[in-house]
């Protein structure tokens, strides 16, 4: 029991020493220059459109002085099913 514990235990260390590696390696790895953006290109710069989002409408108007919305109309209720009436 006990070496099967102590076993699991390293085994189970791996994917985070792997995890921790991979995360100091995309740290310390610098930026390739070929990627990088060109000044003048579209995408840097004041000169970029901004997409903004519309405003939502407003709602609607109920005169001047606030009025209660309009009453939702009635319910229609179904009458329930007959029953078939068996022949004589």
Not at 5 to 11: E, R
Not at 39 to 56: A, F, N, V
Not at 77 to 88: E, H, I, K, L, S
Request: aromatic share 6%.
């Amino acid at each position: 029991m006990e070496w099967g514990f102590i076993w699991l235990m390293l085994i189970l260390k791996i994917p985070i020493i792997g995890m921790l590696y991979i995360i100091w390696w995309a740290i310390k790895d610098p930026p390739d220059p070929a990627q990088e953006q060109q000044p003048g290109e579209p995408g840097d710069g004041p000169d970029r459109r901004r997409l903004t989002r519309s405003p939502t409408p407003p709602g609607p108007r109920r005169g001047p002085h606030g009025e209660p919305p309009v009453p939702s109309p009635p319910r229609v209720r179904q009458a329930p099913a007959r029953t078939p009436v068996a022949p004589d």
